[in-house]
């Protein structure tokens, strides 16, 4: 423990960010990195309390209470190396993951919780400024090869693990680059590339091979809003013969749609059309065909990617960004009959939102209206929430607003079909790929060579879900090929 008293004596402070007047001027990250000193304080605040659920709530159970003492004492290797025994890219969560330790934390029931996000972040910027992050090799190589779908968090933290175990892994991306939706999902000013092709190069003196360009499998023509600049095709087939295992992190990439009419009116996008061409913009690899400059944009939907939209809107010159939400809109303090440490039900603001957008509550989308084949303008209904997660419209609420762009940010229903017909896979209720949860057989799917982790899995989530589930997804691998050499031998 830090400071004996320091949970008393100290405020949170939260990190540093570049005044919104600024930052929607650009596309840079506006967070900082706390200080030396600062980190020291933060870290010192923690109680190292005798049941520590900021543990429990992280789905990767990082060790918190032993991380935050070693950044207390300005022990920064040994702070990297309890952190990074748990979680392999702090780096990302330090900077994308809602914190759920946060909400977990003890010190949170009566006073700030510590701000436990960005020591984390603190440490991996330290390390990697110090030189102290490097590729791990192992001597102990195992002969034994595995493929893996998909380059986002799930598919790097399963490449590293069994890299790190001494299995010789590929890993196939169908876009150019890999990444997953930390590169061609998530814009700059939340995670500068970068940050993430500083980790890439990691991974690959780690021995890992990035095949991108390269689509497992054929495209499903009939599903709309899935990106791929493949250039090249390799059948689920080849795979199985030429590998040990194969695990497949495909994300949860088929958005979901609002077939209401107008919808295919000009105007009208999903919202990862915007963000994926913005990325790309941003890699000075064409212009936003999507152009908002001017133009009254609404956003439809309620989580991250809605709120993404809206800080690109910003940064691209819209006249004025509006966000739909059919959810109702929280109270913005804790209801006390919460139970700890549960997720805390309140209103919560994204730093984009702060940038200036009108939010609209218990509003559901009911048409696009437009002139010439082209968006004018949206109707909407107010609603009301009945049991069983079900709303209905309010009869006499009915309202019109102008729109000259409208994104469709209403989340993602589950992977391409595609891919788990290509390996002939069961899918569960929702179209993932069905894969056990727990015991021996974690993350196998149907096929027993065949194993699956991430988005593609769970449906969608977070990045630090994803980080886990790529972690004990290696770590099943791995005990499955060990066990099958044993066999052989
Ligand atoms: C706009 C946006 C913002 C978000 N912001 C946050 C945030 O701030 N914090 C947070 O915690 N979470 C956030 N999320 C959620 C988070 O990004 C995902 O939960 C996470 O990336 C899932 O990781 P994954 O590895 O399972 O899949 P993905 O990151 O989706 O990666 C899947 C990869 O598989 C590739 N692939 C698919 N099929 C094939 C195939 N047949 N052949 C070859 N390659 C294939 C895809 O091209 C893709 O690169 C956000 C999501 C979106 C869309």
């Known amino acids: ?38 980190v020291r304080i933060q870290a010192g605040r923690c109680m190292d309390c005798g049941t520590p659920y900021c543990m429990y709530e992280c789905p990767l159970h990082n060790t918190i209470p032993d991380v935050n003492d070693f950044a207390c004492k300005g022990q920064f290797q040994k702070a990297l190396n309890v952190l990074s025994s748990t979680n392999p890219f702090p780096d990302f969560t330090g900077r994308l993951c809602p914190a759920l330790c946060e909400e977990g934390c003890t010190l949170g029931l009566h006073r700030q919780s510590v ?22 090799l192992t001597l102990n190589r195992s002969f034994k090869k595995v493929a893996i779908v998909g380059s986002g968090p799930a598919a790097l933290a399963c490449a590293q693990g069994l890299a790190r175990r001494g299995h010789n892994v590929t890993v196939y991306e169908k876009n150019d680059k890999p990444g997953g939706l930390l590169r061609y999902g998530i814009p700059d000013f ?51 013969s030429r590998y040990d295992a194969v695990v497949l992190c495909p ?9 209401i009419a107008g919808r295919d009116l000009k105007g009208v ?23 908002v400059a001017g133009k009254k944009v609404v956003v439809i939907g309620g989580g991250e990617t809605a709120s993404d939209c809206i800080g690109t809107a910003i940064r691209k010159g819209a006249s004025s ?20 440490p549960d997720w805390k039900r309140i209103k919560r603001t994204s730093p984009s939102q702060e940038e200036g957008c009108t939010r609209l509550f218990s509003t559901n989308t009911t048409s696009f209206v ?30 019109a607003l102008d729109a000259d762009v409208a994104l469709i940010a209403m989340g993602y229903s589950h992977p391409s079909s595609a891919l788990a017909r290509e390996f002939s896979l069961d899918t569960d209720a929702r179209g993932n790929i069905k894969a056990v949860y727990e015991g021996d057989d974690a993350f196998r799917t149907s096929n027993p060579k065949v194993f699956a982790a991430g988005d593609g899995r769970r449906g969608q989530s ?28």
């Open 370 to 399: 437009g002139k010439d084949g082209r968006l004018t303008g949206i109707t909407t209904q107010k609603v009301k929430w009945a049991p069983g997660h079900r709303f209905d419209g309010i009869p006499g609420t009915e309202g």
């Open 251 to 259: 994300g949860s990439e088929v958005p979901r749609d609002l077939k």
């Open 321 to 340: 960004v509006t966000q739909l939400d059919y959810h109702d809109e929280l109270p913005e303090s804790v209801d006390p009959m919460t139970s700890w």
């Open 269 to 291: 996008h999903f919202a990862l059309e915007f963000l994926i061409a913005q990325n790309l913009e941003i890699q000075g690899r064409g212009e936003n065909p999507i152009d």
């Open 462 to 489: 977070l990045v630090v879900w994803a980080i886990a589930e790529g972690a004990r997804c290696a770590e099943a691998v791995d005990r499955a090929l060990r066990s099958v050499s044993h066999a052989r031998t």
């Open 115 to 136: 701000g436990i996000k960005s020591i984390e972040r603190k440490i991996c910027e330290y390390a990697f400024d110090h030189g102290l992050v490097h590729a791990e």
């Open 1 to 38: 423990m830090g400071f004996e008293r320091g949970f008393l004596e100290y405020e949170r402070i939260e990190p540093e960010t570049t005044p919104v007047k600024e930052r929607v001027k650009n596309f840079k990250e506006y967070f900082k990195t706390l200080t030396d000193d600062q």
């Open 190 to 240: 939340k995670l500068p590339k970068e940050i993430l092709d500083r980790r890439l190069s990691v991974l690959e003196g780690e021995g890992i091979a990035f095949k991108t360009g390269v689509r497992v499998g054929k495209a499903d023509p009939g599903e709309k809003g899935v990106f791929c600049n493949a250039s090249d095709e390799i059948p689920g087939s080849e795979l199985l």
